[in-house]
C-alpha cells in the first residue's frame, strides 16, 4: 500500500529498528510493552489505579480514562477503514502476535498518546514516566515489527488529539483555541 520515497522510507526505518529486536533485552521489553499496551490495558488501569487513589480528582481520572479509551476506540475504526496490511511477516518477522490484522493507524500508539496527555495533565506523582513510557510503547511496535513508522505516527496524533479535545471539552473551550500556535491554534501576528 506504500508507494515511493515515503513507502522506502517507511521499510527502511521499520527494518533498522526491527533490527534492534535481535537483541534479547530489547525483544523482551519490547514483547512486555506490546503486552501491556493491547487494547490500551496499561493506560486504562493506570487511569483507573489513579481514580482509586486520588479522590479528590476522581471525576477527572475517570474522565482521562474514558479519553484513552475513546482513543483506541477510534483507531479501531479507522482501521476498518483504511485495512492497510501488517509488514509482511516473511520480511519483518513479528516478535509478537496481534489481535487484528490491519496496521494503520496504531492502536497502542493511539492510546499511549492519549495516556500521556490526558493523565500528563494530571500531573500525578510518578507522571513523568507517563510520556517516556508511552514513547517506548510506540517504538516497541517497530521493534516488535507489527507497525511501519507511518501508522505509529498516525495512531500517536490521532490518541493525542484525541485527548487534547476531550481535554479542551471538558473544559468548556473548543480544542482549537488549547492548541499551540504551531498546530494552528495560536493567534499569528
Not at 60 to 79: E, F, Q
Not at 156 to 163: E, I, M, S
Amino acid at each position: 500500500m506504500s508507494c515511493g520515497t515515503y513507502g522506502d522510507t517507511d521499510h527502511r526505518v521499520l527494518a533498522a529498528l526491527r533490527g534492534y529486536g535481535t537483541r534479547p533485552r530489547v525483544a523482551t521489553a519490547a514483547r512486555a510493552l506490546s503486552a501491556g499496551g493491547e487494547h490500551g490495558a496499561l493506560w486504562l488501569a493506570a487511569g483507573l489505579l489513579g481514580a482509586a487513589t486520588d479522590r479528590e480528582r476522581r471525576g477527572t481520572w475517570l474522565r482521562a480514562t474514558a479519553l484513552v479509551g475513546a482513543a483506541h476506540l477510534a483507531s479501531m475504526g479507522v482501521k476498518r477503514v483504511v485495512r492497510r496490511p501488517r509488514p509482511a511477516p516473511a520480511t519483518f518477522a513479528p516478535l509478537v502476535r496481534t489481535a487484528g490484522r490491519h496496521s494503520f493507524p496504531s492502536s497502542h500508539a493511539a492510546s499511549a498518546a492519549a495516556a500521556a496527555v490526558a493523565f500528563g495533565a494530571l500531573r500525578p506523582p510518578g507522571g513523568r514516566w507517563v510520556t517516556p513510557l508511552a514513547a517506548a510503547m510506540c517504538v516497541s511496535r517497530l521493534v516488535a515489527g507489527v507497525h511501519y513508522p507511518s501508522d505509529v505516527v498516525a495512531g500517536a496524533l490521532l490518541g493525542a488529539l484525541t485527548a487534547r479535545a476531550g481535554t479542551a471539552r471538558h473544559r468548556g473551550r473548543p480544542a482549537a483555541a488549547r492548541l499551540p500556535a504551531a498546530a494552528g491554534g495560536g493567534r499569528h501576528g
